[in-house]
């Protein structure tokens, strides 16, 4: 099995976070599987879906994937850190920035602007995700009861959990005894 | 002082219920940041996640600046660890296990029922989201349009976000 010291992690995972312009799996694929080829697809899906399936930043989850694949703790540990770093000092730039000029009503305006679209960004992407589930119909019904739960009633994202959970696994049960 | 604790364990705690990643997060994130603790207003909080959304990297980036903001360089590195670690923690003792089980009904409904509940909780998410920060008719006609390009064509999302952001500057969101 290939093997990568932490330093070589550290670095592909730093120029992931930096290339990331909206959204950074794309390129996390790109890396890892054309560029650096690290792994092959079928193990970059496999290691992408247990990240989807867990809770928490999506992105941090591979990294803690991939890098403990190859260099166990440290590993895990040189991934995120890469990962998070350059991005990190950027946003906190810009926030100095947003500091001294968010009076100006030409910044004001473009914000505005970027989080109208960033909002879209995220339902339209929740709305792709949403096509998988047409497969098995019933499935729609834990996808309405928990956007109606978050989105209309505004529950604690913890109740929110609790509530569908129930109804999502013996669905996702059903589901998966079908086929 | 009291400030960072709060910080750091309230956003633990998110982690590990943030089915969807960040994007699910984003409304515990306003309640607790904006209404409980009152560490920014409405408005910063839809400045930041702009700034988040505009810059390169993971879209935690907004936890990230919400750190800053509450206690500058100290806050950021506060909140991003925040996020994190909880999930970090689970996926490292899970992946194994995940992998490792061998009845595949098992394996597929743990899959089905985690994605089920993302992609509510992202829905949700974006409804509640889009009513905190969008404040004209014009700014959820561009969320519609975001939405509409998302789903049918293969843009790349940094072109919406730079038409946006002229849009704005023009005056007309």
């Known amino acids: 099995m290939k093997t990568l010291t ?12 930096i290339s990331g312009f909206g959204g950074v799996l794309p390129w996390a694929r790109r890396t890892i599987v054309e560029q650096e080829k690290w792994l092959s697809a079928e193990e970059f899906n496999a290691m992408l879906g247990v990240s989807q399936i867990v809770p928490g930043p999506n992105i941090v989850n591979l990294a ?22 350059c991005p990190s000092a950027i946003v906190i730039l810009l926030g100095m920035l947003y500091e001294h000029y968010s009076y100006l009503p030409a910044v004001q305006g473009m914000l505005r602007g970027i989080s109208a679209v960033g909002v879209g960004l995220i339902a339209g992407t929740g709305l792709k995700m949403m ?27 913890g109740w929110v959990v609790l509530i569908a959970s129930p109804l999502a696994i013996f669905l996702a049960w059903k589901k998966a005894s079908q086929a | 002082m009291s400030a960072l604790i709060s910080l750091f364990l309230k956003l633990s705690a998110f982690s590990a219920l943030a089915f969807g990643g960040i ?32 810059a390169p990297g993971p879209n935690l980036m907004t936890v990230t600046l919400i ?21 970090s923690i689970m996926i490292y003792f899970l992946q194994g296990y995940i992998n490792n089980l ?24 974006a409804w509640d989201i889009s009513q905190r920060i969008n404040h ?16 049918f064509t293969r843009w790349h999302p940094l072109y919406l976000i730079a038409i946006g952001g002229a849009l704005g500057v023009l005056g007309f969101i």
């Open chain 2, 136 to 151: 004209s008719a014009a700014a959820f006609a561009l969320t519609a349009a975001s939405i509409a390009v998302v789903v």
């Open chain 2, 67 to 87: 750190g800053w903001h509450v206690s500058g360089v100290i806050g950021a590195i506060v909140a991003s660890i925040a996020i994190c670690w909880p999930s």
């Open chain 1, 64 to 85: 803690v994937c991939v890098g403990s694949r190859f260099a166990g703790v440290a590993g895990a540990f040189s991934s995120v850190l890469g990962l998070m770093l």
């Open chain 1, 6 to 17: 932490p330093k070589q992690l550290f670095i592909g995972f730093s120029k992931i976070g």
């Open chain 2, 23 to 54: 994007n699910a997060l984003l409304p515990a994130l306003y309640e607790l940041s904006v209404n409980q603790e009152h560490w920014l207003n409405t408005q910063t909080f839809a400045d930041f996640f702009a700034i988040a959304q505009a």
């Open chain 2, 102 to 125: 061998r009845n595949p009904i098992t394996k597929k409904t743990v899959q089905f029922a985690a994605s089920a509940l993302a992609v509510g909780l992202v829905l949700g998410s």
């Open chain 1, 131 to 157: 096509r998988n589930e047409f497969s098995f119909p019933p499935m729609l019904l834990v996808v309405a009861i928990t956007v109606v739960a978050a989105g209309y009633f505004q529950l604690n994202l």
